[in-house]
C-alpha cells in the first residue's frame, strides 16, 4: 500500500524559497511516477513537476527554471525545491503517485499525500 506524507510549505514573500518534501512507502521504485501538484479552490489540480522511473523529469511551464524535482538516494523521499517564488505559485501542493509512466492529468494518480499550504505575499 503506497503511503505518501508531505512536510515542509509555509508563508514565504515574493522571491523566496521554500522545500517540501514527501516521503514514500509501499510501492516499486522501478514501475511508480512520483510528482507534485498543486490547486487553488475552485480550480483543478495543476502538476508541476514529475519524476520518471526512469529519471526522466517533467516540469509545467509556469515553473521551469524555478522548481526543482529530486529524490534522495534511497528513493523514499521526493523533494520539491522551489525558487523565486510568486504570489501566483500560492497553493496547496500535494505530493502523488502512480504505477507506470507519468501523465500530465491528476485523474489517473492513485495515491496523494494530505496536501501541504504555500502562501507567497
Known amino acids: 500500500h503506497v503511503q505518501l506524507v508531505e512536510s515542509g510549505g509555509g508563508s514565504v514573500q515574493v522571491g523566496g524559497s521554500l522545500r517540501l518534501s514527501c516521503a514514500a512507502s509501499g510501492y516499486t521504485v522501478s514501475t511508480y511516477c512520483l510528482a507534485w501538484f498543486r490547486q487553488i479552490p475552485g480550480k483543478e489540480r495543476e502538476r508541476v513537476a514529475a519524476l520518471d522511473s526512469d529519471g526522466t523529469i517533467n516540469y509545467a511551464d509556469s515553473v521551469k527554471g524555478r522548481f526543482t524535482i529530486s529524490q534522495d538516494m534511497t528513493k523514499t523521499t521526493v523533494k520539491l525545491q522551489m525558487s523565486d517564488l510568486k504570489p501566483e505559485d500560492t497553493a496547496t501542493y500535494y505530493c502523488?503517485?502512480?504505477?507506470?509512466?507519468?501523465?500530465?492529468?491528476?485523474?489517473?494518480?492513485?495515491?496523494w499525500g494530505q496536501g501541504t499550504q504555500v502562501t507567497v505575499s
Open positions: 502523488a503517485a502512480k504505477s507506470g509512466a507519468c501523465v500530465m492529468s491528476a485523474t489517473f494518480y492513485g495515491f
